[in-house]
Nanobody, 124 residues
Framework: QVQLVESGGGSVHAGDSLRLSCAAS????????MGWFRQAPGKEREFVAR????????HYADSVKGRFTISRDNAKNTLYLQMNSLKPEDTAVYYC?????????????????WGQGTQVTVSS
């Protein structure tokens, strides 16, 4: 059974940092692009960041560019999202996803596997 399990969420103040992890089990995703999405209350799920299978290519939403860093450790089958300078508007449930191809994408339909999400709450 393939599973993606996120961890590392929590409640922090504006300006703080958090590091999210996404551990995959049931199969290796070392040849798949992976991504992070988020969904705030009352809003649709949106793209945050993606990373290619090798980690050599990354892409970020404009809203997080310069503050968030996506990375991966294929030996550990784990995806990360380092979030710095957090803002209240970053409050959301964060989801990791494994893509169908080698580079991931910015659209949800490009991903086959999803985690259950981890809550990030940023207070001002």
């Amino acid at each position: 059974q393939v599973q993606l399990v996120e961890s590392g969420g929590g409640s922090v103040h504006a300006g703080d940092s958090l590091r999210l992890s996404c551990a995959a089990s049931g199969r290796t995703f070392s040849r798949n692009g992976m991504g992070w999405f988020r969904q705030a209350p009352g809003k649709e799920r949106e793209f945050v960041a993606r990373i290619s299978w090798s980690g050599g290519t990354t892409h970020y939403a404009d809203s997080v560019k310069g503050r968030f860093t996506i990375s991966r450790d294929n030996a550990k089958n784990t995806l990360y999202l380092q979030m710095n300078s957090l803002k209240p508007e970053d409050t959301a449930v964060y989801y990791c996803a494994a893509g169908r191809g080698t580079y991931g994408g910015t659209q949800q339909r490009e991903y086959d596997y999803w985690g259950q999400g981890t809550q990030v709450t940023v207070s001002s």
